[in-house]
């Protein structure tokens, strides 16, 4: 596999997709992030909302366990099957930056990836939450508290790392501190 | 405080010291580390080796709390308050980079600090410190793990942070897999 990809982590409301973006145009290459989720969703069969929801939901909840895993495949191990599977496929396919979806880990041993994970502080990330998903009837600190932990408990259950953890990563960088443009040019120039 | 300080935070072997010097040189900036020493052996009247061995020693051990900390001020306490002093006084007077010695937490919130933490995964870093401080009777996997135990119990008991994690740091970089010249280019131009 002679592609490069560059797979983003990221807490919420850091700004890790909107890096994502930004990297993949100034280096001309595709961005993975709603796109994946639609691939994942066609070859799966499930809704594209399904999909999207099951990154953030804990897979490795214990009702989940009890009700599905005990007997067969569970929809999200199906779904987790798939994923790999699709994401191995667009590493085959071309160079490219991937957001989210435990890239990170599907790839490793088997693709040259930049492995990178974008945190900033809560202050950052609920400001820019509210500006970019508008106000909830929950805080934007309980928002990212419940996100965090949904996306950090999926990760966790599948990946076996502990997820926003440096050591998983090949640069961590904090958007709130410096800012997203220089986070871009960062991973641009490392690629 | 106008001047600019990085700070640098390093798992052992990573190679953390020599990207500080080489910032610093290109910079055209002191790099303080055994310099950082032998100020801080100076002002305390301790000796620079007995000051080396500390940042490397547990200051929170329950031995030495039962023994000292209960009546007086101990050693490593009156060491923490020189440094902190030390390594204010060296903010103040100028532009530079500092190694360890939790610089990042002594100088939060009162100088414009770049904090950076350099890790590298085991393989990388026994390799590098066999090439640098020679073989040993221990394995290098267990010097690895007995600096950076002593090392993240000092951090947390003076900082009350956890060593290492990437949310305390504006950068976080993976010498092993970026290679020492790549980081030693990010922090300069993040600078």
């Known amino acids: 596999m002679k592609n490069r990809i560059i797979t983003i982590s990221r807490e919420f409301g850091s700004g890790g997709r909107t890096i994502g973006k930004k ?6 290459i595709p ?3 709603s796109e994946l989720i639609d691939k994942i969703a066609k070859e799966s069969g499930f809704t594209a909302e399904y ?7 804990n897979a490795g909840g214990y009702l989940s366990f009890l009700c599905n895993r005990a007997f067969s495949l569970n929809n999200e191990d199906y779904l987790w099957k798939v994923q790999c599977r699709v994401i191995w496929e667009i590493a085959e396919k071309e160079s ?10 599907i790839l490793r041993d088997i693709a040259d990836c930049l ?3 974008i945190y900033a502080d809560e202050v950052f990330r609920a400001k820019r939450i509210v500006k970019i998903y508008g106000e909830r009837a929950e805080s934007p600190a309980q928002r990212i508290k ?10 966790r259950f599948y990946t076996d790392m502990k997820w926003g953890y440096a050591q998983n990563y090949d640069i961590n960088l904090n958007s709130g501190t410096l800012g997203i443009e220089k986070c871009v040019k960062i991973i641009k120039e490392l690629y």
Request: glycine share 2%; proline share 0%; with cysteine.
């Open 23 to 28: 990297v993949a145009t100034e280096l001309n």
């Open 31 to 33: 961005c993975y992030d």
């Open 51 to 57: 999909v999207q929801e099951n990154e953030e939901n």
């Open 96 to 105: 490219c930056v991937i957001v989210g979806r435990c890239a990170d880990y």
């Open 115 to 117: 492995r990178v994970f």
């Open 146 to 155: 419940d996100k965090d932990k949904r996306r950090a408990a999926y990760h």
